[in-house]
Every structure is written in structure tokens, then in C-alpha cells.
């Protein structure tokens, strides 16, 4: 009734109004980051006619990746090859493509994990604060988390590897950790294997371990 309205609507000069229903969904109480921010106000192109009222903004386009966050911006690379060295199924207790769905599964998890943080970051004075150190990714907090949870690196060794500081990631680890309950059955199974007593401590420690447990496996499969 409401669109009928709205498009019967003519003037003398010849104005007609076309109304449709967006029928889209627009989930509310949704912050946007500083990136998502910067990346918006781009596509904004504001009329000089009342600018503040009259703009158009251009749609997104999925080729042109938004601008990085401040805090992951000045955070050192982390090399690929410590990454692959530490996603070894010895030490996460799945294979490689099984951690990659648990980071998927627990996106969402991150999702509301950081909304919360940064309402609870709202109006505090951050001066001082270093992000370069701080900073992780989803990916290498929810493999810190795992590695810490079946204490098969110690985080001094994982920050080593990683170009981090143990705090950092001591810190990312315990942020993280409870978000491992929201795993899938299979995933849970390897996650709840039983701790190592006594990690390994040094890179040649960690390869020895590694190599045990292909070691082990071959010697299963023969």
C-alpha cells in the first residue's frame, strides 16, 4: 500500500516517482573499523549542492583491497615458512587443511570477539601503545591458541619463529583459547589429545619432534 502510494505521486512539471521493496537484509548494531571508514569516505563523491545531503557513493570494488588496519600495518611480516613449520600436524594434532577450516570456523567467533574489544577500548587512553608488537592476524592467533592449548611449542620458541614477543602472544594465545569450543566434532577430537609434558624449546628440539612423529607414522603404515 505504502509503495503504491509513493509511486502515484506526480507534480505539474512532470515528476514521477518509481518506488521498489529492498527486500535485502541490513543487520543492525554493526561498528565499522578505521579501514572500512577510510575505505568508504573514497567512494563518496559529494555535490557541491549541499554536499553533507547530496553524494553519491560508488559500489565496492572486490579487486581493490582495503586499506590495512594501523596496527597491522606497522606489524613486521611473518615468514611463510615459520607458519608452515608450525601448522605441522605434529604439533596442531590435524593436518594442514583441517587447521584451515578451523580458522574459517572460528571467523565468525573473531568477528564478535573484536566488536567487543573495541567497545571496551572505547575513550581509553592508548598512549604509548606499540601495534607493531602486538599486532596477529586470525590465522597465527588461532595457531598460537592451538599450539598453546596442546603445549606442544612453547610461545618463547612460536614468538621466535614468528618475529613476535612471547607477551604478544601469550596474549593473542588466552584471547583466543576459548574460542576453540566452537569447533566442529572432528576438529575437537584432535584439539582434546592429550598435552605434552615437556615442549620442545629450541628450533633443533621442534624438527627432532617432527621428525619422530613422521617417524612414527611411517612405521604405523608399514
Not at 603445549?151 to 604478544?168: E, F, H, I, K
Request: aromatic fraction near 4%.
Amino acid at each position: 500500500m505504502l509503495l503504491q502510494t509513493i509511486s502515484a505521486t506526480r507534480t505539474s512539471t512532470g515528476l514521477t516517482v518509481q518506488a521498489v521493496l529492498d527486500e535485502n537484509e541490513y543487520p543492525t548494531g554493526r561498528t565499522l573499523t578505521k579501514a572500512e571508514r577510510v575505505a568508504l569516505l573514497q567512494r563518496v563523491e559529494r555535490d557541491d549542492f549541499h554536499g553533507e545531503w547530496n553524494y553519491t557513493i560508488a559500489p565496492h570494488d572486490p579487486g581493490q583491497e582495503p586499506p590495512v588496519e594501523q596496527e597491522q600495518a606497522k606489524a613486521p611480516p611473518i615468514p611463510v615458512e615459520a607458519t608452515f613449520l608450525l601448522t605441522h600436524p605434529a604439533l596442531t594434532g590435524m593436518s594442514r587443511e583441517q587447521f584451515d577450516q578451523l580458522v574459517q570456523e572460528l571467523e565468525p567467533c573473531r568477528r564478535i570477539l573484536a566488536e567487543a574489544e573495541r567497545e571496551k577500548r572505547k575513550g581509553i587512553n592508548r598512549r604509548g601503545y606499540n601495534p607493531g608488537v602486538g599486532y596477529l592476524d586470525h590465522r597465527h592467533r588461532v595457531l598460537v591458541a592451538v599450539l598453546h592449548h596442546r603445549n606442544t611449542v612453547t610461545l618463547t620458541l612460536a614468538a621466535q619463529l614468528l618475529g613476535r614477543v612471547p607477551t604478544s602472544l601469550n596474549y593473542h594465545a588466552h584471547r583466543t583459547k576459548p574460542l576453540l569450543a566452537f569447533a566442529s566434532p572432528g576438529i575437537a577430537a584432535a584439539l582434546a589429545s592429550p598435552r605434552r609434558t615437556h615442549p620442545p624449546r629450541t628450533i633443533d628440539a621442534l624438527q627432532n619432534a617432527i621428525a619422530d612423529h613422521e617417524s612414527n607414522i611411517k612405521s604405523g603404515s608399514s
